[in-house]
Structure formats: structure tokens, C-alpha cells
């Protein structure tokens, strides 16, 4: 089941998000040493609540058995454009469809906040990842080097 969180949630997608990008990660050798602002270690209370209270962002979870598996925000752009922001499903919950539920979720919700366009960043390096969207209808779109990254940011778009 899918509903919108409130601030009763926060510190639980917070764990959702630091345990479901870890993974990603320990796999490409990001560390809080090399990439402090990925999202493993850069998502916090803090953080969230101001996606919640500052941005109003549109915040949702996937819940199994009362417990959050999975989450994910959007940030309403110029243009009449969105951006889904940390998109995730715990380890133990991945290969099992919640991931593009979540997606088909967030496409549904833009839609009713007139939004014309999905945006996405992604980990450029991370090709199975960058497929998986693919196959969602996203299209790549580019990419972008950070000093502060030790990976290439890539951008996807889908248009709604």
C-alpha cells in the first residue's frame, strides 16, 4: 500500500533512504569520506522535514505489514516539471515490483499537479539502475560532473 507520510514519519523514511542507498554505496565505494552529500549519508530529520514543511514536496511510502519498505518525493519545478527525489525499497524488499509501483505511484500524482514532466537524477556509473528507468519510459538526457561527487551525475526525464 502506498500513502502519503506525514511528519510521524520522517525519522522512518529517513532509515528507508540511508539503508536503501548503502547498498549503492558500499557497491560503487562511496564512503561519507568521499561523497558526504550522497544520499546514504546526507538524508536526515532535518532534511526531511524541510522536504515536507519548506518545499511542500509530495512525500509517499510503501508499506508492508505497517512497516515503511519504500519512499519517495517529489519536487515541483518551473515549467510545470517535477523531480522524483530518492526513490528507494529496502534491500529485502527489492525484485518484488514495489520500486515500479512507487514509479507508476509518482507519475499518477504529477499528473494531478498538472505537471508536464518527471526528472531524475541518477548515478550515471550505475548502468543497471539507468536501464531499469529506461524501461519505465525515461530517457536519458545527460550528464553532469561535481567536484563534490566521485561519480557522474546523470539526468533522466520522462514527459508526463
Not at 552529500?37 to 505497517?66: I, S
Request: aromatic share 14%; charged share 20%.
Amino acid at each position: 500500500m502506498i500513502r502519503q507520510i506525514g511528519k510521524t514519519e520522517i525519522a522512518e523514511c529517513v532509515k528507508v533512504i540511508r539503508d536503501s542507498f548503502a547498498t549503492v554505496a558500499d557497491e560503487f565505494g562511496f564512503t561519507v569520506e568521499n561523497a558526504p552529500r550522497f544520499t546514504a549519508f546526507a538524508t536526515t530529520e532535518k532534511r526531511l522535514y524541510w522536504h515536507l514543511n519548506g518545499e511542500h514536496r509530495p512525500m509517499y511510502a510503501f508499506y508492508d505489514d505497517g512497516k515503511i519498505v519504500g519512499y519517495y518525493s517529489l519536487l515541483l519545478q518551473e515549467n510545470n516539471e517535477c523531480e522524483l527525489n530518492n526513490l528507494c525499497v529496502l534491500p529485502a524488499h527489492r525484485h518484488q515490483g514495489i520500486g515500479e509501483q512507487l514509479v507508476s505511484h509518482a507519475y499518477g500524482i504529477a499528473q494531478g499537479l498538472n505537471c508536464n514532466q518527471m526528472n531524475i537524477g541518477i548515478v550515471e556509473e550505475n548502468k543497471v539502475l539507468r536501464k531499469w528507468y529506461e524501461a519505465l519510459g525515461f530517457v536519458h538526457i545527460g550528464i553532469q560532473k561535481f567536484d563534490f561527487f566521485p561519480f557522474t551525475c546523470g539526468y533522466m526525464e520522462r514527459k508526463i
